[in-house]
């Protein structure tokens, strides 16, 4: 089942925040975050862990809400690199073969 | 820092003929996965590898497709009678570790088109 993220665009002025949402129907074990600029490779940047764990990346953090299933992307004081394509991709309590199911993915634009 | 190598980075191909598409992974990892994301859409998980053999595979890995570590170094995926819906980016990712609470790091893709 294909994880749900929200919203599907946001464009934002510089330094601006924005937050990134991620919702699976079934249980979680883990979920990973990526950003994918227009042509090139999904760059990984974190992984959160069932347990409500929190990280952080610079000024981009996340969240893993096990009981929502849910997995939220925190985006602080926002530059302009910022700008692209998240995805969230999900792996399954039962995964043991590192398959992750992505979602459709959230554009964000940062403007100056 | 290590990457993930493919190539070639775009292949133009005539429906109905083979195409292989060659990855070099991270010289530690151990497990190997090949994406696909057909153009504005997300990213779909096509088969993971790991000592030689597929671990897992999605639905789109259908008997068209298959894929072998030849060597040491390299991971590759062919496409066998390639029809125009094969046209997409491949990712080809490598990770340290098989659970999914394993980072894993993408090559900058092959772009394939079939005409």
């Known amino acids: 089942q294909q994880p749900v993220q929200s919203p599907q665009a946001v464009i934002l002025r510089e330094g601006e925040d924005a937050v990134i949402n991620c919702s699976s129907s079934?249980?979680?074990?883990?979920v990973h975050w990526y950003r994918q600029k227009h042509g090139e490779a999904p760059v990984f940047l974190m992984i959160l862990l069932k347990g409500g764990e929190q990280k952080g990346h610079e000024k981009i953090s996340a969240s893993f809400n096990e009981k929502k299933q849910q997995s939220s992307l925190y985006l602080t004081a926002s530059q302009l690199s910022y700008s692209g394509t998240y995805f969230c991709g999900t792996g399954g309590l039962r995964s043991n073969t590192g398959k992750l199911i992505f979602g459709q993915g959230t554009t964000l634009q940062v403007k100056p | 820092e290590p990457e993930v190598t493919q190539t070639p980075s775009h292949q133009v191909t005539q429906m109905g003929q083979e195409v292989i598409l060659r990855c070099v992974p991270i010289s530690n990892h151990l497990y190997f996965y090949w994406y696909r994301q057909i153009l504005g859409q997300k990213v779909e998980f096509l088969v993971s590898f790991y000592n030689n053999e597929i671990s897992e595979k999605s639905e789109i890995f259908d008997d068209q497709f298959s894929v072998e570590r030849p060597d040491g170094s390299n991971f590759t995926l062919k496409i066998r009678s390639t029809k125009l819906e094969d046209s997409a980016m491949y990712f080809c990712a490598s990770s340290r570790g098989q659970n999914s609470n394993q980072p894993q790091h993408f090559g900058d893709g092959t772009r394939l088109s079939i005409l």
């Open positions: 079934k249980a979680l074990y883990s």
